[in-house]
């Protein structure tokens, strides 16, 4: 494998901001492990895809809440060689306002993002260590900054992720190992057309539209990069100047 051509993993990566950003990865060259837990079709569809010309990505399934069944796979994957891009993208929205907010909807959410965090990562660090080169990009929300009505376990599981970005970055910046987040703001799919008409985005975002997931994906593939090095422990929002 050239130096141009990592493993990487995309978890949540059949969803569509995830689709965009396994997209991205193999454009670039890379090896993508799709990642799903409930949407397992999807993942092989857009497998397909990829693999159409050249073999170049797979599917993995499991829940990244369950520590132990994803510690047995993500070891099994790294015995032999690290996964040096890792995307934590995998996320759920159980929004509700917090005096009717139950404790599995704040439970659900949270364990998700943050745990899930936490079951993916640290299995796949010490290998990328050795290897002395590495990318973790965390897919956050612009709800973390800012704050969202209705959801306070997102902005809290979300917020959460973005210290860990800090914290880590710290720990691993010397081992060539850079650490980051992504924060989107209200990006075009079909969560964001059930709570924003037309009208209501051009009215809070400066740029009058919804951002696209080919766009972060964007953002992604350049933090992956070679070209973004020097760039660690940074909660980097793509919104459309909302903020």
């Not at 599917?59 to 993500?74: I, Q, S």
Request: net charge positive.
């Amino acid at each position: 494998m050239s130096a141009s051509q990592r493993r990487a993993l995309v978890t949540g990566g059949s969803g569509e901001i995830g689709t965009a950003i396994c997209r991205r990865l193999a454009s670039a060259g890379h090896y993508v492990y799709v990642h799903a837990n409930q949407h397992r079709g999807a993942a092989e569809t857009l497998v397909r895809e990829l693999n159409a010309t050249t073999p170049c990505s797979e599917v993995l399934t499991f829940d990244v809440t369950d520590a132990k069944a994803t510690r047995t796979h993500l070891e099994a994957l790294v015995a032999d060689s690290p996964i040096q891009i890792l995307v934590n993208n995998a996320g759920i929205h159980e929004d509700a306002a917090f005096p009717g907010m139950s404790a599995r909807q704040w439970h659900r959410v949270v364990d998700i993002t943050v745990s899930g965090f936490f079951n993916v990562t640290q299995p796949l660090t010490l290998p990328m260590i050795r290897s002395r080169w590495g990318r973790i990009i965390n897919i956050s929300s612009i709800a973390a900054l800012v704050g969202s009505r209705g959801q306070v376990n997102y902005s809290a599981a979300k917020g959460a992720l973005n210290a860990a970005t800090r914290s880590l970055a710290i720990e691993v910046a010397s081992r060539g190992i850079t650490v980051n987040a992504v924060a989107p703001g209200i990006i075009a799919g079909r969560t964001i057309e059930r709570s924003f008409d037309a009208e209501t985005i051009a009215r809070l975002v400066p740029m009058k539209r919804a951002g696209l997931p080919e766009e972060v994906a964007g953002l992604v593939g350049y933090l992956a990069s070679e070209e973004a090095a020097y760039i660690t422990g940074q909660i980097i929002s793509i919104n459309g100047g909302l903020i």
